[in-house]
């Protein structure tokens, strides 16, 4: 069965820092790789996707991820953090019959 | 451009009384639909996806139910909470072409059981 693993359940970063938050995951075939991300009580926002093609993806906010199939691994970067980047980070993996599988999430804590 | 609504926003109810959540969506057509439960530090838990109108699978056999009776309105109902059924709830949306995996995500309804 399709799997993701977060490790890191909190990180703090400094702004103005670089971040790389990881993501694992376990599935068979190609898979459709996410992440969200959720401000305290809000739905979750799509960042990034990667179907296929190009390894690293760049999404909305300044964020980019790369897949890399020999570590099967997605982890989420960012140059720079902002303030406003302080949030809960969840990355998915495609499941098949249409539903995503989520990693129980990383709280990016920013301090100034 | 499509948007999808929950309400509630936010709910508090005694233990053993009825539930009901509703979401919507507008700007599409025959969305595939879903609702997750995300309870505090334990990530989202999918409980219900729905292809089509009186379509649910259930994930998580649980004290929750859930109805599908028009294309893009999605219910989940409770006879009788819980303490355990409080919780974040999350409804979601994805279309069943292209990019049929992507999910949206409606703002949530904050549910307490007291």
């Known amino acids: 069965a399709q799997s993701v693993t977060q490790p890191d359940i909190h990180i703090t970063v400094s702004e103005g820092a670089s971040l790389e938050l990881r993501c694992n995951y376990s599935?068979?075939?190609?898979?459709?790789l996410f992440w969200y991300v959720q401000s305290p009580g809000q739905g979750l926002q799509l960042l990034l996707k990667?179907?296929?093609?190009?390894?690293l993806v760049q999404g909305i906010k300044g964020f980019e991820a790369e897949f890399k199939r020999s570590q099967s691994s997605f982890n989420l970067r960012k140059p720079s953090v902002h303030w406003s980047d302080a949030a809960e980070y969840f990355c998915?993996?495609?499941?098949?019959?249409?539903?995503?599988?989520f990693g129980a999430g990383t709280i990016l804590r920013v301090k100034s | 451009s499509q948007t999808i609504h929950q309400w509630p926003a936010t709910l508090v109810q005694p233990v053993g009384s009825p539930l009901s959540l509703e979401c919507t969506v507008e700007?599409?057509?025959?969305?595939?639909l879903y609702w997750y439960r995300q309870a505090a530090g334990r990530g989202l838990q999918l409980l219900f996806y729905?292809?089509?109108?009186?379509?649910i699978s259930s994930e998580v056999p649980q004290n929750l139910s859930a109805s599908r009776p028009q294309d893009r309105q999605f219910i989940l109902s409770s006879k009788k909470l819980l303490l355990s059924d409080s919780g974040f709830y999350l409804c979601?949306?994805?279309?069943?072409?292209?990019?049929?995996?992507?999910?949206?995500f409606g703002p949530g309804t904050r549910l307490t059981v007291l």
């Open positions: 998915a993996v495609g499941a098949g019959g249409n539903k995503l599988v």
């Open positions: 979601a949306w994805s279309g069943t072409s292209g990019s049929y995996l992507e999910q949206f």
């Open positions: 700007g599409t057509s025959n969305p595939n």
């Open positions: 990667y179907f296929s093609g190009d390894t």
């Open positions: 599935y068979g075939a190609t898979p459709y």
């Open positions: 729905s292809v089509g109108i009186g379509q």
